[in-house]
């Protein structure tokens, strides 16, 4: 509890926000709950309620994509603790839905479609949408039935939890004691030890101590499996630069594609905007509309109408195309053919709105001299891609078909075939082994054992390669002559670490026995830093030094000292030698601190209980 507190007293705001998150469900697999038919086979009883190996498998599959996501690989290989932690998931699920019925909880038919429809996820412009609903449970492989069950169950089971945090309370000294820990303050020193020192003071390794280090330790100096490629690269950019193209054929394919360099309809409008505030001010709006429009039409200045009956929103001086005119007016726009005309007054939603079109200007072609550049960059693309996708199924078919060399392919696409550097699976070399789907397909059975060429490689959506083997290194170890001074430094940093850390047990014991702190390290010319009272929260103390100074225990007498490395490996030894309980600075605070005391009280509260349920249920499993 001490811990949740010191994460959310910084910046926290006052109350608990405890929400029922469908969908992080359903990613835990509780869907499987739901799922029917298939293999039936029951891999675990609960309470008298089988669960089945289709509910198993879906659970997993779902906790499995999860752990994708995160890109935690470690667990991804840990394949029988996926199957496991999906098993108790469906297992936890089953136990709580039935001690929540037993308890006499309900959820309702009405309560479920209140939830859903409330549900963001599902909701455009604050409106429930039947289609990003099915969008939703499309992607996440829900259907309707199961998803609307889904809802149900874990209405169900939250229910008590929810009684139980919310009942929950906090003590007046309960409170104080927590802000006492929280707020407390600490006078403190302390001391660096910088591993650069000690690096210097350690003996340096000897031909004898670094050939024994290389022998005993000589799968750390393996050089890595290496290979150099053949390869075949299909450029779009290449294709691009090296495309003919003549006066003719840029004007010819200008002729024939004389829509692309029309200039459309386009128009100079203003509008006169007559708001409508409230429902009983509809009617006059629409007379005032009315009245705007005739003025307009008998050619009044249409400053002076705007001005007596509404406001203009459009710039009166900017030429527009159809679809750079405002939506909500693009139905009306066309009606408007010439100079000078108004349209009829329509309805918006808060508004009348009258348009008037002050200049018109037809669609027009634009001259050949004005475009060409236009037009040979468009043909450039045009014929560029479509090279491109033809050169891309010759270059694959070629290459499938004549696996053992690219020359084939080569001249069938007219490519030159290029080479690359040595390069390991993990580090690239030069030029496409920077790329990582590059080096898994160079090291996979199919190019790197089998010798074949491979298929078609994505760089990017433009470039594409085919890569075969030049040639194949395998992983060996180096020479001790290439990596003796890294070993000469290995063994001077271990023999480093092992006196700074002697020397920082020798220093701490002496100081928790009473010796004078000043004079046992002034020979060695080691300088205290006094802090002075610092909270748990000071931001100007390295975290470490911080975090060691609320650990070491509190002092009674004498100082208390404890010590920590630092990630360079370097030592910290700190003292603490008073300590102040804290303070409420203010009723808004202590506030603060009582709600979270008691959230907290009621969360752990709820875990005794979750876990009471699942020890008091009659659970078995059954091999799979």
Same mark, same amino acid.
């Given at each position: 509890?001490?811990?949740?507190?010191?994460?959310?007293?910084?910046?926290?705001?006052? $109350?608990?926000?405890?929400?029922?998150?469908?969908?992080?469900?359903?990613?835990?697999?509780?869907?499987?709950?739901?799922?029917?038919?298939?293999?039936?086979?029951?891999?675990?009883?609960? =309470?008298?309620?089988?669960?089945?190996? =289709?509910?198993?498998?879906?659970?997993?599959?779902? !906790?499995?994509?999860?752990?994708?996501?995160?890109? +935690?690989?470690?667990?991804?290989? +840990?394949?029988?603790?996926?199957?496991?932690?999906?098993?108790?998931?469906?297992?936890?699920?089953?136990?709580?839905?039935?001690?929540?019925?037993?308890?006499?909880?309900?959820?309702?038919?009405?309560?479920?479609?209140?939830?859903?429809?409330?549900?963001?996820? /599902?909701?455009?412009?604050?409106?429930?949408?039947?289609?990003?609903?099915?969008?939703?449970?499309?992607?996440?492989?829900?259907?309707?039935?199961?998803?609307?069950?889904?809802?149900?169950?874990?209405?169900?089971?939250?229910?008590?939890?929810? $009684?139980?945090?919310?009942?929950?309370?906090?003590?007046?000294?309960?409170?104080?004691?927590?802000?006492?820990?929280?707020?407390?303050?600490?006078?403190?020193?302390?001391?660096?030890?910088?591993?650069?020192? /000690?690096?210097?003071?350690?003996?340096?390794? &000897?031909?004898?101590?670094?050939?024994?280090?290389?022998?005993?330790?000589?799968?750390?100096?393996?050089?890595?499996?290496?290979?150099?490629?053949?390869?075949?690269?299909? @450029?779009?950019?290449?294709?691009?630069?090296?495309?003919?193209?003549?006066?003719?054929?840029?004007?010819?394919?200008?002729?024939?594609?004389?829509?692309?360099?029309?200039?459309?309809?386009?128009?100079?409008?203003?509008?006169?905007?007559?708001?409508?505030?409230?429902?009983?001010?509809?009617?006059?709006?629409?007379?005032?509309? #009315?009245?705007?429009?005739?003025?307009?039409?008998?050619?009044?200045?249409?400053?002076?109408?705007?001005?007596?009956? &509404?406001? &203009?929103?459009?710039? @009166? $001086?900017?030429?527009?195309?159809? +679809?750079?005119?405002?939506?909500?007016?693009?139905?009306?726009?066309?009606?408007?053919?010439?100079?000078?005309?108004?349209?009829?007054?329509?309805?918006?939603?808060?508004?009348?709105?009258?348009?008037?079109?002050?200049?018109?200007?037809?669609?027009?072609?634009?001259?050949? $001299?004005?475009?060409?550049?236009?037009?040979?960059?468009?043909? #450039?693309?045009?014929?560029?891609?479509?090279?491109?996708?033809?050169?891309?199924?010759?270059?694959?078919?070629?290459?499938?078909?004549?696996?053992?060399?690219?020359?084939?392919?080569?001249?069938?696409?007219?490519?030159?075939?290029?080479?690359?550097?040595?390069?390991?699976?993990?580090?690239?070399?030069?030029?496409?082994?920077?790329?990582?789907?590059?080096?898994?397909?160079?090291?996979?059975?199919?190019?790197?054992?089998?010798?074949?060429?491979?298929?078609?490689?994505?760089?990017?959506?433009?470039?594409?390669? *085919?890569?075969?083997?030049?040639?194949?290194?395998?992983?060996?170890?180096?020479?001790?002559?290439?990596?003796?001074?890294?070993?000469?430094?290995?063994?001077?940093?271990?023999?480093?670490?092992?006196?700074?850390?002697?020397?920082?047990?020798?220093?701490?014991?002496?100081?928790?026995?009473? *010796?004078?702190?000043?004079?046992?390290?002034?020979?060695?010319?080691?300088?205290?830093?006094?802090?002075? /009272?610092?909270?748990?929260?000071?931001?100007?103390?390295?975290?470490?030094?911080?975090? %060691?100074?609320?650990?070491?225990?509190?002092?009674?007498? %004498?100082?208390?000292?404890?010590?920590?490395?630092?990630?360079?490996?370097?030592?910290?030894?700190?003292?603490?030698?008073?300590?102040?309980? &804290?303070?409420?600075?203010?009723?808004?605070?202590?506030? !603060?601190?009582?709600?979270?005391?008691?959230?907290?009280?009621?969360?752990?509260?709820?875990?005794?209980?979750?876990?009471?349920?699942?020890?008091?249920?009659?659970?078995?499993?059954?091999?799979?």
């Amino acid at each position: 509890m001490l811990q949740s507190i010191r994460e959310y007293t910084q910046g926290w705001i006052a $109350g608990i926000v405890i929400s029922v998150i469908i969908l992080s469900f359903a990613l835990w697999g509780i869907h499987s709950y739901f799922a029917t038919g298939g293999d039936n086979q029951v891999v675990a009883v609960v =309470d008298g309620v089988d669960i089945n190996k =289709d509910q198993l498998v879906f659970a997993y599959q779902r !906790i499995r994509r999860q752990v994708q996501n995160q890109a +935690n690989h470690e667990l991804l290989k +840990n394949d029988a603790a996926l199957r496991k932690q999906a098993l108790k998931s469906v297992i936890d699920i089953e136990v709580l839905k039935q001690a929540s019925m037993a308890q006499g909880f309900y959820v309702s038919d009405d309560q479920i479609d209140i939830y859903l429809q409330n549900m963001s996820e /599902f909701q455009d412009d604050g409106q429930f949408s039947v289609d990003r609903f099915n969008r939703v449970l499309a992607s996440s492989m829900l259907d309707t039935s199961g998803f609307l069950e889904l809802i149900k169950t874990t209405l169900l089971i939250d229910q008590p939890k929810l $009684g139980i945090v919310f009942s929950s309370f906090a003590l007046p000294d309960e409170t104080m004691y927590t802000v006492s820990l929280i707020n407390q303050e600490r006078q403190v020193e302390y001391l660096l030890l910088p591993i650069d020192i /000690f690096i210097g003071r350690a003996e340096s390794a &000897g031909a004898v101590d670094i050939k024994k280090y290389y022998q005993d330790h000589i799968n750390e100096f393996m050089q890595p499996e290496r290979v150099s490629l053949d390869y075949i690269e299909l @450029s779009m950019a290449d294709l691009k630069k090296n495309e003919k193209v003549t006066e003719s054929i840029l004007h010819r394919y200008y002729q024939e594609n004389l829509n692309n360099y029309t200039q459309p309809k386009r128009w100079k409008l203003v509008d006169i905007v007559i708001p409508i505030t409230t429902k009983s001010e509809q009617e006059n709006a629409k007379n005032k509309a #009315l009245k705007a429009m005739q003025a307009l039409k008998t050619g009044e200045s249409y400053q002076k109408v705007v001005k007596q009956y &509404g406001e &203009g929103q459009l710039e @009166s $001086g900017v030429w527009l195309s159809l +679809n750079q005119v405002p939506s909500h007016l693009q139905h009306i726009v066309p009606t408007l053919d010439k100079a000078g005309t108004v349209s009829k007054p329509f309805r918006s939603k808060n508004a009348y709105i009258i348009v008037m079109a002050v200049d018109v200007r037809e669609p027009s072609v634009m001259p050949y $001299g004005e475009v060409k550049d236009r037009v040979k960059q468009t043909y #450039l693309r045009q014929k560029s891609e479509e090279k491109f996708l033809e050169l891309r199924e010759q270059l694959a078919n070629t290459a499938y078909e004549h696996p053992e060399s690219l020359k084939a392919a080569a001249e069938t696409v007219n490519l030159p075939i290029k080479q690359t550097e040595l390069f390991s699976k993990d580090n690239a070399s030069n030029g496409i082994s920077e790329f990582a789907n590059v080096r898994k397909v160079a090291f996979s059975e199919e190019v790197m054992v089998l010798r074949n060429n491979s298929d078609v490689i994505q760089l990017d959506p433009s470039r594409f390669v *085919v890569i075969r083997v030049k040639s194949h290194v395998r992983s060996a170890a180096m020479p001790i002559s290439s990596v003796s001074s890294q070993i000469e430094k290995i063994i001077k940093r271990k023999r480093a670490d092992a006196l700074i850390a002697k020397f920082t047990k020798s220093l701490t014991t002496q100081l928790n026995a009473g *010796v004078n702190f000043s004079a046992l390290t002034e020979s060695e010319k080691f300088k205290w830093k006094d802090l002075g /009272f610092i909270g748990r929260y000071t931001n100007d103390v390295d975290p470490a030094i911080l975090d %060691l100074a609320f650990r070491i225990p509190q002092p009674n007498k %004498l100082p208390t000292y404890g010590s920590v490395q630092l990630p360079d490996g370097s030592f910290v030894i700190a003292l603490v030698k008073a300590v102040r309980d &804290g303070k409420i600075a203010n009723k808004n605070q202590y506030k !603060i601190f009582a709600e979270q005391v008691q959230n907290s009280d009621g969360l752990l509260e709820y875990e005794l209980y979750r876990q009471s349920q699942i020890k008091a249920a009659s659970i078995k499993v059954y091999d799979q």
